[in-house]
């Protein structure tokens, strides 16, 4: 099973519409999460961390359901500037080193259209 | 502009030529690490470093190696290409090893080897 998995997409979707992506995690233990988008062909940036209570950032919410090891995103009002892929992503511990390794989901790509 | 910088951006070369890819930063940051990414495989760890002269492996570390003479400067070394080493590979850098902290990703090198 993948640490992280990912529906791959991609996401149809027209300008305005609502869309959910959802982010599964296999590590119990794990403490933090975040969403971070990708342009096609360039780096990934961080789009929101992912809290407790879930959070949300102008059009973007995200939760966490601990119980159920699953997170989501959901997108409002959708632009065609939000075409891009999403990425989850997730923390895991090394052991004895006390460092934190970020692990990262393959991406759900999003295309919104006229 | 804070920023974290790699060279080259796109490189073709041929089996078993030794490469350097340059990554730079300019945040004073103390977490340094190496990626690829490849379709359907996600952004998977090389290698990391913890701070100056300290360095460790990730998930994927064969045919790779580091240094970490200089805060700012984290290269990554292939020895001798190989073909499977063809991907797209992103430096990123962070104020810490902290799994709440901010990866901060380079453009990526685009790799190819013959």
């Known amino acids: 099973r993948k640490e992280v998995e990912q529906d791959p997409g991609p996401f149809n979707v027209p300008e305005g519409a609502t869309v959910a992506f959802n982010c599964t995690y296999s590590?119990?233990?794990?403490?933090?999460f975040f969403w971070y988008r990708q342009d096609c062909r360039k780096e990934p940036k961080l789009l929101m961390s992912?809290?407790?209570s879930g959070n949300e950032d102008g059009r973007f919410t995200a939760q966490l359901n601990r119980a159920s090891q699953y997170i989501s995103l959901l997108i409002r009002d959708s632009k065609l500037s939000d075409s891009a892929t999403y990425l989850c992503?997730?923390?895991?511990?090394?052991?004895?080193?006390?460092?934190?390794?970020?692990?990262f989901g393959t991406g759900t790509r999003l295309l919104v259209s006229p | 502009e804070a920023q974290v910088t790699q060279n080259p951006r796109y490189l073709i070369t041929v089996t078993g030529k030794k490469l350097t890819v340059t990554c730079s930063q300019n945040?004073?940051?103390?977490?340094m690490s190496w990626y690829r990414q490849d379709p359907g495989l996600g952004l998977r760890q090389i290698y990391y470093?913890?701070?100056?002269?300290?360095?460790d492996k990730g998930d994927v570390p064969e045919g790779y190696k580091v240094s970490r003479k200089e805060k700012r400067n984290f290269p990554l070394i292939l020895e001798s290409p190989s073909p499977n080493q063809t991907s797209l590979y992103f430096c990123?850098?962070?104020?810490?090893?902290?799994?709440?902290?901010?990866?901060?990703f380079g453009p990526g090198t685009r790799l190819t080897v013959l």
């Open positions: 992503v997730v923390n895991d511990s090394k052991e004895n080193t006390g460092f934190q390794k970020l692990v």
């Open positions: 990123a850098s962070s104020g810490s090893s902290g799994s709440s902290s901010e990866q901060f």
């Open positions: 945040m004073n940051h103390e977490y």
């Open positions: 470093s913890m701070n100056v002269e300290v360095t």
């Open positions: 992912v809290y407790s």
């Open positions: 590590n119990s233990a794990s403490q933090s």
